[in-house]
């Protein structure tokens, strides 16, 4: 027991709490370094924040501390307080927040003076997402481990475990990964150079891929099926405000979902994200659509107001003239009604001499007024004519823009929709 005391007593010593563990400062201190992934507790689009959950374990050799086992009852290895002891001082270089989680208190210390520190962080790091692909992206998220105050000539920092192992270890410790998928981890060395001095960081790079599903089902096939229906829409009558009410509404609906869009995407991106490509070309052909459909609308209204106004001018109110050819039949009489029949369906009108010469004197009168009622029932068919005649050309006007443009539209639709899935899934 008096050796032991006598052990802890020689550990808590001030003089390994402030300098680097060296017998000669010309040596560096090798530092070795593991980061397994526990949890990947949210990727922030907006704020471009990563925020994993680590393990992290760190090993150095303390020149200074050593025994035999053998004089010390056969301890090999003890467990003491962390602040007893120096410790390399390591920062991350993106983490944006401080833990507040409670830290492990204590190091774990051999005979031979290799002491291991393991501790878990919940790292809020920046990561610079590219949302290009959103939602079939895959991102690369880094976390630059270094020292903030010693060079390369003063601590060395290298991995403890290979990228392989730590990719494995990483898949079956990690607990809870939610939308994202963790792939795999890398690890690179690299050296930072200040003021002529020369910093050695480790940087481990996760690379994840998005679950998309959830962001397939409450946003783009929403998005897909307004289409749809606004596609559909141009088989609604377009008399009344059905076609055009229906229209508005589909468009309210796509606006509504782009403000949810808006919420997720960061401000800034080095390129547009085809997500938001594939809004707004919608939203336009939707927006393309509504005006085709008021002009269309315009038109037939149009149409409605020249077709009054032109049975305003035909006598009796109305373009349709069974109602004179009636009257001309109830005018003949005393066996004269055969002959009023051939000659109002004669498509050439008989002359008077023509007439004189097929009836007899005392006819020639009454088929003489019959010849007039037929000079201006053709009058009033002409009329009748120029007024079915304007009527059809506004109309026809209107349907043919409207049947050229829902090729249009269908055509881009066709063309657009498969090649932007195309690009997302390349």
Excluded at 8 to 34: A, G, I, Q
Excluded at 48 to 70: A, C, G, K, L
Excluded at 266 to 284: D, E, G, V
Aim: charged share 20%; hydrophobic share 45%.
């Amino acid at each position: 027991m008096m050796r032991v005391a006598f052990l802890l007593v020689f550990v808590s010593t001030d003089f390994f709490k402030v300098t680097r563990p060296t017998l000669d400062y010309r040596n560096p201190t090798v530092l070795e370094l593991d980061l397994l992934l526990f949890a990947i507790l949210g990727v922030i689009e907006k704020t471009q924040t990563f925020i994993p959950f680590v393990w992290t374990s760190m090993t150095w050799v303390d020149e200074r501390i050593s025994w035999d086992p053998d004089q010390f009852c056969g301890i090999s290895n003890i467990t003491i307080p962390k602040e007893m002891i120096w410790k390399p001082d390591i920062i991350i270089y993106e983490m944006t927040k401080k833990d507040d989680s409670p830290s492990n208190p204590n190091v774990f210390v051999s005979h031979d003076g290799r002491v291991i520190f393991d501790d878990d962080i919940k790292l809020v790091s920046t990561c610079r997402l590219d949302v290009h692909k959103f939602p079939f992206d895959t991102q690369r998220c880094n976390i630059t481990i270094g020292s903030a105050i010693h060079s390369v000539e003063e601590i060395r920092i290298l991995p403890l475990s290979n990228a392989s192992r730590i990719t494995q270890f990483s898949q079956e410790l990690i607990r809870s990964q939610g939308e994202w998928e963790f792939l795999h981890l890398s690890i690179t060395n690299l050296n930072l150079t200040i003021y002529g001095r020369v910093w050695e960081q480790l940087v481990f790079t996760f690379v994840m891929k998005r679950r998309p599903h959830l962001h397939v089902i409450n946003f783009l096939l929403p998005i897909l099926f307004f289409l749809c229906l606004d596609l559909a829409s141009f088989f609604i009558s377009d008399n009344g405000g059905e076609k055009l009410g229906f229209k508005v509404t589909v468009l309210l609906a796509i606006s509504v979902l782009l403000l949810i869009l808006n919420d997720i995407l960061p401000a800034m991106s080095n390129q547009t994200p085809l997500i938001a490509t594939y809004c707004i070309l919608i939203f336009a052909l939707m927006l393309l659509s509504l005006l085709v459909t008021i002009s269309v609308t315009y038109l037939m209204d149009r149409d409605s107001e020249l077709k009054d106004d032109k049975q305003e001018v035909v006598p009796g109110g109305t373009c349709n003239t069974e109602e004179k050819i009636h009257t001309i039949r109830s005018c003949t009489c005393n066996g004269l009604e055969p002959v009023a029949k051939e000659v109002q369906y004669n498509k050439t009108l008989l002359t008077p001499v023509q007439v004189n010469a097929t009836f007899k004197p005392d006819d020639s009168h009454v088929l003489l007024m019959i010849l007039e009622e037929l000079k201006e029932l053709r009058k009033t068919r002409n009329t009748d004519v120029g007024c079915w005649q304007e009527r059809g050309s506004t109309f026809i006007w209107a349907t043919r823009i409207n049947k050229v443009f829902f090729i249009f539209y269908l055509g881009s639709v066709l063309v657009f929709l498969p090649a932007i899935f195309i690009k997302w899934m390349h």
